[in-house]
């Protein structure tokens, strides 16, 4: 390497690796703000499922917007708001002693679906579900559920 070339190439060396550095503590800095902003859909998930296992109404409800709505095909009704939800958490998961199994979970961006198995004292004993869920401000703003 010629004597001109070599202080060119040892001024470069120390600007790559501060460049090196800075994109390193940038991606650093934007997975913490991942992990610490945006919710993770799937602990999320697995926590609600373990809170409607164990029949807690209002940590239940608190997964939920004041204003979300739960529509359900299976039962012909849409249950708006917590006292919707509550009426419809009431009545079909604690009236029938119903647990739920985690089957499978797909997620895209703020949208989930999950599936799901039910055993319980209703006539069937044990059934296939789907939840179709809607995220906003790390709390279910719509889901869809059903019996498959």
């Known amino acids: ?4 070339l070599r202080p060119l190439v040892i001024w470069q060396q120390p600007n790559f690796c501060f460049c090196r550095l800075l994109s390193d503590h940038l991606n650093l800095i934007l997975n913490n703000f991942t992990k610490r902003f945006l919710m993770d859909i799937e602990v999320f998930l697995h926590d609600w499922i373990a809170l409607a296992n164990s029949y807690n109404t209002e940590k239940y409800l608190d997964k939920y917007l004041e204003d979300a709505v739960l529509n359900d095909p299976s039962v012909g009704r849409k249950f708006v708001g917590h006292p919707g939800i509550r009426d419809y958490f009431n009545s079909y998961f ?28 209703f ?11 809607t995220f906003k401000n790390e709390k279910i703003a719509t889901v869809k559920a059903d019996l498959i």
């Open 1 to 4: 390497m010629s004597f001109w």
């Open 94 to 121: 604690i009236g029938y002693k119903t647990q739920t199994k985690f089957v499978s979970l797909s997620i895209q961006d703020h949208h989930a679906h999950l599936e799901v198995e039910f055993t319980g004292e």
């Open 123 to 133: 006539p069937e004993g044990k059934i296939g579900g789907t939840f179709d869920f």
